[in-house]
């Protein structure tokens, strides 16, 4: 028999300088095991015992209380079915800095005397010397910033992390990278160092470009722990010993760019040889320790590296460097030209008709002045004749740079795209034999890719925000492609921490407290339906993948606050029209949300947006209510709260819906395809009027030229409900339907990543909005949970699932495989001469219900099994 595998803590491979004080651990059960009866855990002083449990996800540490920076190397073994296995291989994980008391480091800040414009200021660097007397066995440093940073020791950079501290709601949750120095340290002469720029903490963020979001200086706080070979520990930080000076780096920001100077370049300036004895010194600010905190997410990192497909001339004093793929990141140049040279790179998603970059179609606008704002996305450099150039204090969102001033004809190996983005595992995969929905999914996996930087964003380029919405209708999709546990607990609270005190939670999180002030016109647009029930349905979602328990407790007063006030707000107000035309309320109405700003469907095709406070979203709002007071209802009983209160809330809500949207017949007002695609998702139409309700959808769509209708909050939803409903037929028709608005559209038309609009690229080639929006992109779903058929159903983490494969459109083979919390999943079917054949593979410690498109049904446990029936 062999060993668990797949060690992993908190969800993290690599579990350094974590802060959960009971680490929660997970293994996979021994190939072929039908089922756990015990485990025992050896870590470090503990050791567990045997302990007769199924559970080996999220299995929480017990033993003695852990040391700051404490590393705990842990081992488990388990008996099964097969009897017992041997010990697993070691893993390990090491903890942080606990308290506001194990930091000797104090708050530093560069002296400024007037901070320049947002946009145009300069990087820092900032330095310390000192000497060690004695040898060292061990040494770790600690870090975190009001800005963004990167960290040196003797000349070189520590750590692959980037654009750190991230993105966080920086008065709850500051983010503390810990790093392994200890090959880094010299027996004598030392100097630590910082470049220091304004990352999101003060630089421009979000839509209109806020600048100072939550404050106006940056600052940096450092620690190195280093121990001795004889016991002894020193500590070095951050303090008014500490010097600065300004850096090569003449301006940087992450939605306008980065300027470099390279000849104001200081080689050997984190070395202990350099003299800093010019240089000014810093000054030591208060800070809190309190909201220091560890990420519960994988790192930024430089993920991959592009070489440019093609380089062209559209005029004589610039060049187009075309990669083939739109990815987030920037690009290093290795060819910067003399000495002077100034090279400007703008950055773009799509061509104009010169072939030229343009970016017309990524300008924002102010919302206040109602002006433009430019696309940004601009980088500069100035050669100092020798060298490269990689900004890594900004990113963008593109697939072609324009670099103008260089004198020499530029080649694919002097010009890199550097992809960067959280470094999250990949669990998820899908393959067929057409190849337009193979590069269909690999866009959306891309697309994701490029808004996975460290936050879920909603384009790379524009705005770069969290919308809540977008990643309440995408984190089903995400969790199967990704592990996006770790990314999406950050970001959960984050929106727990920017909540606001009336429970409502802001359209994007993070939202920087002083972005939007209570007289601008966003402040009209405070939350909405849809994009706050993110407080409910991400954390049930977590829960679904990953058997999380842990975030619904923590969660869990963040969503009784979003749904209490959803049910207050309806049972305050009465929409202005509703009321004249009834001026006597319903008893039904205390649960009718049809009052204030919402976003709506959100870009139905052919329908022109509008940001109106006055429109009636009840049928969408009302439905909402219902679903996110259900599922609380769920997670309170799953917790021991009080589950009947939320349950009350959903059945009015749903005795609502049904009173004002639908008919006796089955049919819904508003009578679009979104309404029937909520309708029969959410359960607002009762069983015995589903068959009308799907119906009168199909007839929808047919109306429509077998085109979707459908905008932001349905589309996700529209192929399974068809094909749930006994029409997979129209579902696959939609699929490969390539005529705007249609997903192959953008296939035929060069996508690599999915647009914001069905004509993001028009038939005549003009660009219109984003070219990578992540959300169109959840129909990928379909190929996983219907084309290949892996459903995740009750049981969460996949503990028992089903497979239960839906073929359609012409296809002769499709696979999908998933690695879920127990193990790999996998589902591969093909069709050869009238025979459907399917080869299914099951984890160890799991089961699988089995259903064949004939309607045979089987069960199946851990192994690899095959089923055949008549196509």
């Given at each position: 028999?062999?060993?668990?595998?797949?060690?992993?803590?908190?969800?993290?491979?690599?579990?350094?300088?974590?802060?959960?004080?009971?680490?929660?651990?997970?293994?996979?059960?021994?190939?072929?095991?039908?089922?756990?009866?015990?485990?025992?855990?050896?870590?470090?002083?503990?050791?567990?015992?045997?302990?007769?449990?199924?559970?080996?996800?999220?299995?929480?540490?017990?033993?003695?209380?852990?040391?700051?920076?404490?590393?705990?190397?842990?081992?488990?073994?388990?008996?099964?079915?097969?009897?017992?296995?041997?010990?697993?291989?070691?893993?390990?994980?090491?903890?942080?800095?606990?308290?506001?008391?194990?930091?000797?480091?104090?708050?530093?800040?560069?002296?400024?005397?007037?901070?320049?414009?947002?946009?145009?200021?300069?990087?820092?660097?900032?330095?310390?010397?000192?000497?060690?007397?004695?040898?060292?066995?061990?040494?770790?440093?600690?870090?975190?910033?009001?800005?963004?940073?990167?960290?040196?020791?003797?000349?070189?950079?520590?750590?692959?992390?980037?654009?750190?501290?991230?993105?966080?709601?920086?008065?709850?949750?500051?983010?503390?990278?810990?790093?392994?120095?200890?090959?880094?340290?010299?027996?004598?002469?030392?100097?630590?160092?910082?470049?220091?720029?304004?990352?999101?903490?003060?630089?421009?963020?979000?839509?209109?470009?806020?600048?100072?979001?939550?404050?106006?200086?940056?600052?940096?706080?450092?620690?190195?722990?280093?121990?001795?070979?004889?016991?002894?520990?020193?500590?070095?930080?951050?303090?008014?010993?500490?010097?600065?000076?300004?850096?090569?780096?003449?301006?940087?920001?992450?939605?306008?760019?980065?300027?470099?100077?390279?000849?104001?370049?200081?080689?050997?300036?984190?070395?202990?040889?350099?003299?800093?004895?010019?240089?000014?010194?810093?000054?030591?600010?208060?800070?809190?320790?309190?909201?220091?905190?560890?990420?519960?997410?994988?790192?930024?990192?430089?993920?991959?590296?592009?070489?440019?497909?093609?380089?062209?001339?559209?005029?004589?004093?610039?060049?187009?460097?075309?990669?083939?793929?739109?990815?987030?990141?920037?690009?290093?140049?290795?060819?910067?030209?003399?000495?002077?040279?100034?090279?400007?790179?703008?950055?773009?998603?799509?061509?104009?008709?010169?072939?030229?970059?343009?970016?017309?179609?990524?300008?924002?606008?102010?919302?206040?002045?109602?002006?433009?704002?430019?696309?940004?996305?601009?980088?500069?450099?100035?050669?100092?004749?020798?060298?490269?150039?990689?900004?890594?204090?900004?990113?963008?969102?593109?697939?072609?740079?324009?670099?103008?001033?260089?004198?020499?004809?530029?080649?694919?190996?002097?010009?890199?795209?550097?992809?960067?983005?959280?470094?999250?595992?990949?669990?998820?995969?899908?393959?067929?034999?057409?190849?337009?929905?193979?590069?269909?999914?690999?866009?959306?996996?891309?697309?994701?890719?490029?808004?996975?930087?460290?936050?879920?964003?909603?384009?790379?380029?524009?705005?770069?925000?969290?919308?809540?919405?977008?990643?309440?209708?995408?984190?089903?999709?995400?969790?199967?492609?990704?592990?996006?546990?770790?990314?999406?607990?950050?970001?959960?609270?984050?929106?727990?921490?920017?909540?606001?005190?009336?429970?409502?939670?802001?359209?994007?999180?993070?939202?920087?407290?002083?972005?939007?002030?209570?007289?601008?016109?966003?402040?009209?647009?405070?939350?909405?339906?849809?994009?706050?029930?993110?407080?409910?349905?991400?954390?049930?979602?977590?829960?679904?993948?990953?058997?999380?328990?842990?975030?619904?407790?923590?969660?869990?007063?963040?969503?009784?606050?979003?749904?209490?006030?959803?049910?207050?707000?309806?049972?305050?107000?009465?929409?202005?029209?509703?009321?004249?035309?009834?001026?006597?309320?319903?008893?039904?109405?205390?649960?009718?949300?049809?009052?204030?700003?919402?976003?709506?469907?959100?870009?139905?095709?052919?329908?022109?947006?509008?940001?109106?406070?006055?429109?009636?979203?009840?049928?969408?709002?009302?439905?909402?209510?219902?679903?996110?007071?259900?599922?609380?209802?769920?997670?309170?009983?799953?917790?021991?709260?009080?589950?009947?209160?939320?349950?009350?809330?959903?059945?009015?809500?749903?005795?609502?819906?049904?009173?004002?949207?639908?008919?006796?017949?089955?049919?819904?007002?508003?009578?679009?395809?979104?309404?029937?695609?909520?309708?029969?998702?959410?359960?607002?139409?009762?069983?015995?009027?589903?068959?009308?309700?799907?119906?009168?959808?199909?007839?929808?769509?047919?109306?429509?030229?077998?085109?979707?209708?459908?905008?932001?909050?349905?589309?996700?939803?529209?192929?399974?409900?068809?094909?749930?409903?006994?029409?997979?037929?129209?579902?696959?028709?939609?699929?490969?339907?390539?005529?705007?608005?249609?997903?192959?559209?953008?296939?035929?038309?060069?996508?690599?990543?999915?647009?914001?609009?069905?004509?993001?690229?028009?038939?005549?080639?003009?660009?219109?909005?984003?070219?990578?929006?992540?959300?169109?992109?959840?129909?990928?779903?379909?190929?996983?949970?219907?084309?290949?058929?892996?459903?995740?159903?009750?049981?969460?983490?996949?503990?028992?699932?089903?497979?239960?494969?839906?073929?359609?459109?012409?296809?002769?083979?499709a696979s999908a495989q998933h690695d879920s919390p127990y193990g790999r999943i996998s589902s591969q079917w093909q069709i050869t001469d009238g025979l459907f054949e399917l080869t299914v593979e099951i984890p160890a410690g799991t089961s699988a219900g089995i259903r064949l498109p004939d309607g045979t049904s089987?069960?199946?446990?851990?192994?690899?099994?095959?089923?055949?029936?008549?196509?």
């Open positions: 028999m062999t060993n668990p595998t797949h060690l992993q803590v908190e969800h993290l491979t690599e579990p350094f300088g974590i802060d959960a004080r009971q680490p929660r651990l997970s293994w996979w059960l021994p190939a072929g095991a039908q089922a756990q009866l015990a485990y025992q855990i050896r870590a470090g002083d503990w050791d567990s015992g045997r302990i007769e449990s199924d559970q080996s996800v999220l299995v929480h540490y017990h033993g003695p209380a852990l040391a700051a920076g404490q590393r705990v190397r842990w081992q488990v073994r388990v008996w099964t079915d097969l009897g017992e296995s041997d010990w697993s291989a070691a893993g390990w994980w090491e903890m942080g800095l606990l308290e506001p008391a194990d930091w000797a480091a104090r708050w530093i800040e560069p002296v400024e005397t007037a901070p320049p414009e947002a946009g145009q200021r300069p990087g820092y660097l900032l330095r310390h010397g000192f000497s060690l007397a004695k040898p060292v066995v061990r040494a770790r440093a600690y870090a975190t910033a009001h800005g963004v940073y990167e960290l040196f020791l003797n000349g070189q950079r520590i750590g692959d992390a980037e654009l750190t501290p991230g993105f966080t709601s920086y008065r709850s949750h500051l983010l503390v990278q810990a790093y392994d120095i200890t090959d880094f340290l010299e027996p004598s002469a030392n100097a630590v160092g910082a470049v220091l720029t304004d990352g999101w903490f003060r630089g421009r963020t979000g839509f209109g470009r806020w600048p100072d979001g939550y404050g106006n200086r940056v600052g940096l706080l450092a620690q190195l722990v280093i121990d001795h070979d004889d016991g002894t520990r020193t500590i070095i930080g951050t303090g008014p010993d500490w010097r600065f000076s300004t850096a090569d780096i003449v301006a940087a920001d992450l939605m306008d760019g980065q300027v470099v100077d390279v000849r104001k370049a200081l080689p050997g300036w984190s070395a202990a040889a350099w003299d800093d004895s010019e240089w000014a010194k810093t000054l030591e600010i208060s800070g809190d320790f309190g909201n220091l905190k560890a990420s519960p997410a994988p790192p930024v990192r430089r993920i991959q590296e592009i070489r440019p497909v093609r380089i062209s001339r559209p005029a004589p004093d610039r060049q187009v460097i075309d990669l083939g793929q739109n990815i987030n990141g920037w690009v290093r140049v290795d060819s910067l030209g003399p000495a002077g040279t100034s090279l400007t790179l703008t950055h773009g998603e799509a061509l104009a008709a010169d072939g030229d970059v343009t970016t017309d179609h990524l300008a924002a606008f102010n919302f206040v002045t109602g002006e433009p704002l430019p696309a940004g996305q601009v980088d500069q450099v100035i050669s100092a004749g020798e060298g490269s150039f990689e900004p890594r204090h900004t990113t963008h969102g593109f697939q072609y740079v324009r670099i103008q001033g260089h004198p020499q004809e530029l080649t694919a190996a002097d010009v890199t795209g550097v992809v960067v983005h959280t470094d999250l595992r990949r669990t998820g995969w899908f393959d067929c034999d057409d190849d337009r929905i193979n590069r269909l999914h690999e866009a959306a996996v891309w697309s994701f890719r490029g808004n996975a930087c460290d936050v879920p964003t909603d384009c790379p380029t524009r705005e770069r925000a969290g919308w809540t919405g977008d990643w309440q209708l995408y984190v089903p999709t995400a969790a199967f492609l990704y592990d996006v546990a770790g990314f999406s607990l950050k970001w959960l609270r984050d929106l727990a921490a920017d909540q606001y005190e009336d429970g409502a939670v802001p359209q994007f999180v993070p939202y920087p407290p002083d972005a939007v002030t209570p007289d601008s016109p966003l402040a009209t647009l405070r939350c909405s339906a849809g994009w706050g029930d993110a407080a409910v349905i991400v954390p049930w979602e977590l829960w679904r993948a990953y058997g999380d328990k842990d975030v619904l407790a923590e969660q869990y007063d963040s969503m009784t606050g979003w749904v209490d006030y959803a049910a207050k707000t309806a049972r305050q107000n009465r929409h202005p029209d509703r009321a004249a035309a009834r001026p006597e309320p319903a008893p039904h109405e205390a649960f009718l949300w049809d009052s204030g700003f919402h976003w709506g469907e959100w870009l139905e095709p052919g329908e022109e947006p509008a940001l109106d406070p006055s429109r009636d979203n009840g049928p969408i709002a009302t439905a909402f209510l219902h679903y996110s007071a259900a599922l609380l209802a769920r997670i309170a009983a799953l917790l021991g709260k009080d589950a009947a209160r939320y349950q009350e809330i959903a059945d009015g809500a749903l005795a609502a819906w049904r009173a004002e949207y639908l008919g006796a017949d089955g049919t819904v007002n508003p009578p679009t395809q979104a309404t029937y695609v909520r309708a029969l998702k959410m359960g607002l139409v009762p069983p015995e009027l589903q068959p009308a309700a799907a119906a009168e959808l199909v007839r929808l769509v047919r109306a429509a030229g077998t085109h979707l209708t459908t905008g932001f909050l349905a589309t996700p939803d529209l192929l399974p409900t068809l094909s749930d409903h006994g029409y997979p037929d129209v579902a696959y028709e939609l699929l490969f339907q390539d005529s705007a608005p249609a997903w192959l559209t953008m296939i035929d038309r060069g996508a690599s990543t999915i647009w914001e609009d069905w004509e993001g690229i028009s038939a005549t080639g003009e660009p219109k909005a984003s070219l990578n929006h992540y959300s169109k992109g959840a129909v990928v779903s379909f190929l996983h949970t219907r084309t290949a058929g892996i459903r995740l159903g009750d049981s969460p983490a996949y503990r028992r699932f089903s497979i239960e494969p839906v073929p359609g459109g012409g296809l002769t083979r089987a069960d199946a446990g851990p192994g690899t099994h095959t089923y055949r029936c008549n196509a």
